[in-house]
């Protein structure tokens, strides 16, 4: 009966528990090291038992922007895969091979970093050396997420040999829309860590190419940040307009961004490089082409999303111009934190486009400024929807129902979140405009009267941070209620459906082969010249460098 | 698929600002030549004296014409190399008059570092292997930090040093 109306079986949210169980606490401690890091930015703080800065940001940066990330959306996806086109007791064992592979990984590489050995932050850029065992420990990790990818993909395939001439649910095709793409750019990360940094880092071979590996590594960096959006953009195109009482805006149009998406979030990883020697200026402002490329499908989630509000409120009675805001459902956190997430991605897109802007990108590079952007996309835009997720995710996987104090905590949780980022973010932003360096430790830079000017801001980081760490604190407190306590019930897993007497969806979106082929052809095209460019023209190479990490 | 007027409207004008971003970005870029920092020299990162640039003797500032300069640096894990003056001691800080052209033209001889000039827009990164060049006119007097903005190890955020831009 519960089965029926979740549609997840015991089972089923036995395995999607788990993988919500190390992101919460994943939660905890990347949002602590984040803490420290903000205290130990104002100058009046030193970490204590000789604890390095470097290795706390390692910690940080690993463990929510790779760890946390990962197992959310591999989880949530489970979930929606498990709901709409069924999960076989075979899938769900591969399901757990997944889990822990990708569990073992992440210990090996935190063990790693916690004596010390691996404080190369998660971007590891060569010739800085980590402990082998680090490397391996992010091989599985990836590994263990292509596991999730063939069971996601083998989910879909089997539905529709069993439903013939069906379109395939919407949540299904954007959760393999999400799988491909994450295939497709770690094989980028897989290739440099296999090839390159283990036999480098095991003295095998005694040189790297380094502009080859931070090159392969921002060809999966730059659609890594999309493989946390994209389960954001599910649940606002797929999830959001059930909680609001209507309906999805167009089937179509939600399945063509996706589509947008596979194909133009890979091939633009040069807009991470655009300061670097070796790279021909040409190719750099071709993939900054193809990175505003990837703005389009952004700009149809925003007129989908709001018109899907507009009209749900209108069939609702509400009339004139903005008065259908007011039929939304503000007092519902399931809506309240996704929204306020939505918000915040039109600052957070804006400075996006500015450090994309091919020569502009030497305003803001590597300054505190672009620390501020993501924490406005991942740690905002992303993450409160995925708390907004949680909130009814975690209930239906317990056999709880989300009550009236938790909604209340929920809300409070999104206000007291939004209130720190407002801060952090915001001050990280100003700073950054005045130069002031990311992944710094305290400095006051031999007493220059510029690095003053910045002290005030990393203040006002401090402050942003502990407020953010109370909301960690209350966002804990939610999830453990919602595991253990809140009271017994079905718990709606809200789906909406497609508006009806529309247009059929085309059958043209469903033709993988078409999309994959356009992908490669791009990727191809954006790529190849460059990258034999940088093979053929490749100085000798570096040898690895453990000193400056604080290893001997 | 049907697409709504609004929505029509509402891409059209989205697609139309980016493309005139773009635009914006290409004439700046090829036209007048703001180009991000590409240069496209290697070096043998284990031996970057053999390049003439980082020889001892030629780093620092390096003075070509009236108001024009060129400055090497050898950055290493935590420092920058300007040479060294008269008196045998390390430079640290550099002083170029006001209105000067400087090419900055920079390298490393281990790890990735960062080369920024706050408040100004000389940004850009140094590769083993690579040298990394940009060009800039530094029309307004004060003083400015050189700052390493990549994460270069422990003593990463104490990698600094200063140049002082005067006025005659």
């Known amino acids: ?552 | 698929m049907h697409l709504h007027k609004y929505e029509k409207i509402w891409m059209g004008s989205g697609v139309g600002t980016l493309l005139i971003f773009l635009i914006v970005l290409g004439i700046g870029a090829f036209y007048q030549g703001t180009q991000p920092p590409s240069c496209m020299v290697t070096l043998d990162p284990t031996n970057v004296q053999a390049h003439e640039a980082f020889k001892e003797d030629n780093l620092g500032l390096q003075k070509l014409g009236e108001k024009e300069y060129t400055l090497n640096v050898l950055a290493s894990a935590f420092n920058y190399d300007f040479g060294k003056d008269e008196d045998g001691n390390a430079v640290r800080t550099i002083r170029i008059p006001a209105g000067s052209k400087v090419m900055f033209q920079a390298t490393t001889k281990d790890v990735i570092h960062g080369f920024q000039l706050a408040g100004t827009n000389v940004n850009m990164m140094l590769e083993p292997g690579y040298i990394s060049t940009l060009e800039t006119t530094l029309d307004n007097p004060g003083t400015y930090t050189l700052i390493c903005n990549e994460y270069c190890g422990t003593g990463h955020h104490l990698m600094t040093a200063t140049v002082e831009v005067y006025e005659e």
């Open chain 1, 1 to 552: 009966m519960i089965a029926e109306k979740t549609g997840l079986n015991k089972s089923d949210s036995k395995l999607i528990m788990s993988f919500m169980w190390v992101t919460f606490i994943s939660l905890l401690i990347g949002g602590l090291m984040g803490l420290l890091q903000t205290l130990v930015r104002t100058g009046n703080f030193t970490l204590p038992f000789g604890i390095g800065y470097y290795q706390i940001l390692t910690v940080h940066g690993v463990i929510l922007g790779l760890v946390l990330t990962t197992f959310f959306i591999i989880g949530f996806q489970f979930a929606l895969m498990a709901k709409t086109v069924g999960m076989t007791s075979k899938q769900r064992k591969w399901g757990w091979a997944s889990f822990w592979v990708m569990l073992i990984g992440t210990t090996a590489s935190a063990i790693m970093i916690l004596l010390g050995k691996a404080s190369v932050l998660y971007t590891f850029y060569a010739p800085l050396k980590a402990h082998p065992i680090f490397y391996f420990g992010l091989t599985f990790v990836i590994i263990g997420s292509w596991i999730a990818c063939f069971v996601n993909f083998r989910q879909l395939y089997k539905w529709k040999k069993e439903h013939p001439g069906e379109h395939s649910p919407l949540l299904a095709f954007m959760v393999v829309i999400n799988m491909l793409m994450w295939f497709i750019c770690t094989l980028g990360v897989a290739a440099t860590v296999l090839i390159q940094f283990i036999p480098w880092s095991l003295g095998l071979v005694g040189s790297m190419n380094i502009l080859l590996s931070r090159t392969l590594f921002w060809y999966f960096g730059h659609p890594l940040v999309y493989f946390w959006l994209l389960p954001a953009y599910m649940a606002w195109y797929a999830i959001l307009p059930k909680i609001i009482g209507g309906k999805i805006f167009s089937d179509s149009l939600a399945r063509l961004a996706f589509i947008l998406f596979l194909i133009f979030s890979i091939p633009v990883g040069f807009h991470h490089q655009l300061l670097e020697p070796g790279i021909d200026p040409m190719w750099k402002y071709i993939q900054v082409v193809l990175t505003f490329a990837v703005i389009i499908p952004s700009l149809l989630t925003a007129f989908s999303m709001f018109a899907t509000f507009e009209i749900t409120g209108r069939q609702k009675g509400y009339t004139g111009l903005f008065g259908w805001l007011r039929h939304l459902p503000w007092k519902d956190v399931r809506f309240f934190a996704p929204f306020m997430g939505m918000v915040a991605f039109i600052p957070a897109g804006a400075g996006g486009i500015i450090n994309a802007s091919n020569q502009m990108n030497q305003v803001v590079h590597n300054t505190i400024w672009v620390t501020g952007h993501f924490h406005l996309t991942l740690a905002t835009t992303v993450i409160l929807t995925f708390f907004g997720i949680s909130y009814w995710l975690v209930p239906v996987l317990t056999g709880r129902k989300i009550d009236k104090k938790i909604n209340t905590l929920g809300m409070t949780q999104t206000i007291v979140w939004l209130v720190g980022m407002f801060f952090m973010s915001g001050s990280m932003h100003l700073a950054g405009l005045l130069g002031a360096p990311r992944r710094s430790a305290f400095s006051d830079y031999q007493g220059s009267a510029q690095a003053a000017e910045w002290i005030g801001y990393q203040y006002g980081q401090a402050i942003g941070g502990s407020i953010l760490f109370i909301g960690i604190l209350i966002m804990l407190y939610n999830f453990f209620y919602m595991t253990f306590k809140a009271p017994k019930g079905v718990e709606e897993f809200p789906i909406a459906e497609a508006p009806t007497g529309t247009e059929p969806t085309p059958i043209v979106l469903e033709n993988w082969r078409l999309w994959i082929g356009i992908t490669v052809v791009l990727i191809a095209f954006a790529y190849t010249i460059p990258f034999v460019d940088i093979i053929q023209n490749s100085p000798p190479g570096s040898p690895p460098f453990e000193w400056p990490i604080g290893n001997n």
